[in-house]
């Protein structure tokens, strides 16, 4: 069964950090590119920081040198991190794992809440 479970998320200040974890459990996921997107209330979800299948990583020009995303392919969950590091407020937004060219009317996880405060 496919299953995204996205967790970590919380309530930090500004300059903070705060290490977001995915569990993708089906063995397909460890075939594809996957990725970390955020989307705020009333704008389109975007992806901020992808990996491929082999370990190279892409980050959005607004994330890129605060956010590192890393896979964990060992075991039977195919586990996503993403660490993220001097946090702004504008980075506030539930963040959401899957596959790197989802689509919206793809399944989706529930997400996890992240609010910095200023």
């Known amino acids: 069964q496919v299953q995204l479970v996205e967790s970590g998320g919380g309530l930090v200040q500004d300059g903070g950090s705060l290490r977001l974890s995915c569990a993708a459990s089906?063995?397909?996921?460890?075939?594809?590119?996957m990725g970390w997107f955020r989307q705020t209330p009333g704008k389109q979800r975007e992806l901020v920081a992808a990996?491929?299948?082999?370990?190279?990583?892409?980050?959005a020009d607004s994330v890129e040198g605060r956010f590192t995303l890393t896979r964990d392919n060992a075991n039977a969950k195919n586990t996503l991190y993403l660490q993220m590091n001097s946090l702004k407020p504008e980075d506030t937004a539930v963040y959401y794992c899957?596959?790197?060219?989802?689509?919206?009317?793809?399944?989706w996880g529930q997400g996890t809440q992240v609010t910095v405060s200023s």
């Open positions: 990996i491929t299948s082999d370990g190279t990583e892409d980050y």
């Open positions: 899957n596959r790197a060219r989802a689509k919206e009317l793809d399944y």
């Open positions: 089906g063995n397909i996921y460890r075939l594809y590119d």
